[in-house]
């Protein structure tokens, strides 16, 4: 695995998207998207991505990721009239993110016809097998229903000289990692594979062991997992009182846009019924409009909701954890996690899904004492104290951290914050600690290095980007 080189000579600050060696069609299209200057893992994805290297990319969602590797892609096509089996394959956990990627190649890719196919399940069959018959440059979808069009040989996947594993952790989590596996084997070898995820457990390491070969590893995340420009409260409450605890919350916050976590379908259900009795009967918020979203119900009610919340006509969204991966709608100012996550990752993915590139945003999340240990593991994984907000029930107040912790709660060292995480009134933080939520500090170049990317191909690639910028009538 291709690390930082500390040997290397300092690399040119890159900080405008025309170092990035792309041709003038894509800093058109940049531009008219209002994108002045590529996000740290776009400036370390770009670059060996464009070189054909295969890239283990670690970062949260909302960084820029879709266009860190859509970019690269969109460069080194060939045109349809070359080549009209799918080149490029990007695979993601839910069809709402496979939609969403779609959206975010066309807009890059304007200017340049480009043939794109989203291959999600949930959505007709026939559709789909017609595009791919007429022809498509690159394929974005859901496992399941990719792997189904390779079986009846509706997707061939010969000609496919890159793959993209985004949001691997997830994907790996509901259970994808059979036909992923059965996915891979049927493509070339001779390709280029970027990985991304918001963590890498050991079970990603060894999907990348096995399917890449010598990656660059950039990462994002390690020291903003959830970034400074989320506020992130807890409130300790009772089972019981949680549903008034929110009513009373959402009063006080009035939330612009919200999407409020449960942990199941049904509880999900039974919170949106609730809320849609109750709300109405709250003067400042009677006007609310409330819609949930889980994964048992049908494309066309999901496709519906995720369009009323994109269009700003849904204020209050309830959501299991499935859907909420990806959500990219840059109007969600309040997350409220009413179940905390059982997984520590679940917790950076939901936070994530406001403050999206640097905006304000504000988390809640509601913990019953016996969650206690839950509350502590997330705190450890992000590095982080989350501070009690007042609406806590006094009779199960946490010891509040002191004021210097709160002013700047982001702790240097793993060891100076757990002890700080464990002189509060939580148990078994040894218990949370040997089962390592923290991830590892090793191995890994961080964005503010500029990483020595070594050449493993002297490749096809570059060729694709010259023969684009010839088509495009390139400036080089
Ligand atoms: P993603 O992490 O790909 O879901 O992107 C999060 C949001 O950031 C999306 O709304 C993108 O359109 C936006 N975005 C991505 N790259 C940039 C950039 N360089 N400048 C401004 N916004 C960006």
Redesign the pocket.
């Known amino acids: 695995m291709q690390t930082s080189d500390e040997s290397a000579p300092p690399q040119p600050e890159i900080d405008s998207f025309t170092q990035l060696d792309l041709s003038r069609v894509m800093l058109h299209a940049l531009e008219r998207m209002?994108?002045?200057?590529?996000?740290p893992i776009?400036r370390q994805v770009i670059p060996p991505a464009l070189d054909g290297q295969d890239i283990i990319g670690q970062a949260r969602?909302?960084?820029?990721?879709?266009?860190a590797f859509s970019i690269p892609i969109l460069e080194l096509l060939d045109p349809l009239s070359e080549c009209s089996s799918p080149q490029a394959m990007i695979l993601v956990p839910t069809r709402e993110l496979a939609d969403q990627v779609f959206q975010?190649m066309e807009r890059l890719a304007f200017g340049c016809k480009t043939a794109i196919t989203v291959l999600a399940g949930g959505k007709l069959m026939r559709r789909q097998m017609n595009q791919l018959r007429a022809g498509t440059q690159i394929v974005v979808g859901t496992p399941g229903r990719i792997y189904d069009h390779i079986q009846r040989g509706t997707f061939k996947t010969q000609n496919l000289w890159c793959i993209v594993l985004d949001e691997a952790d997830r994907m790996l989590d509901i259970g994808f990692r059979p036909v992923i596996e059965k996915i891979l084997r049927t493509c070339p070898r001779d390709r280029q594979t970027i990985l991304l995820s918001a963590t890498i457990p050991p079970e990603i390491q060894k999907l990348t062991q096995r399917y890449l070969t010598d990656p660059v590893h950039i990462n994002c995340s390690l020291s903003q997992v959830s970034v400074d420009s989320i506020e992130q409260r807890y409130m300790t409450v009772k089972q019981d009182d949680k549903f008034d605890i929110l009513l009373q919350l959402l009063h006080r916050e009035m939330p612009r846009q919200a999407i409020i976590f449960c942990r199941t379908k049904r509880g999900t259900d039974r919170l949106h019924r609730k809320l849609r009795e109750s709300v109405p009967k709250v003067d400042a918020l009677q006007n609310k409009r409330i819609e949930c979203i889980h994964g048992d119900m049908n494309q066309r009610d999901r496709d519906r909701v995720f369009a009323s919340l994109r269009d700003g006509s849904i204020d209050i969204l309830v959501a299991t954890d499935v859907v909420g991966r990806g959500i990219?709608v840059?109007t969600v100012s309040h997350i409220i996690n009413f179940d905390i996550p059982l997984d520590c990752d679940d917790y950076v993915h939901r936070v994530g899904r406001t403050g999206?590139?640097g905006r304000e945003g504000i988390a809640f999340t509601f913990v019953t004492v016996a969650e206690g240990p839950q509350l502590t593991a997330i705190e450890l994984n992000i590095n982080k104290l989350l501070q009690r907000d007042p609406l806590s029930q006094p009779a199960m107040a946490r010891p509040a951290p002191n004021p210097e912790e709160s002013k700047d709660s982001k702790l240097n060292g793993s060891t100076q914050f757990a002890s700080k995480a464990a002189d509060r009134a939580w148990p078994s933080l040894e218990t949370i600690e040997s089962q390592s939520v923290l991830p590892p500090n090793d191995a890994a170049a961080t964005c503010d290095d500029q990483a020595a990317v070594k050449k493993r191909r002297p490749l096809f690639p570059k060729r694709r980007v010259n023969q684009r910028l010839a088509r495009m009538g390139g400036d080089e």
Request: proline residues 5%.
């Open positions: 209002g994108y002045s200057a590529p996000s776009q969602t909302g960084t820029g990721k879709t266009a975010e990219d840059s999206r590139m």
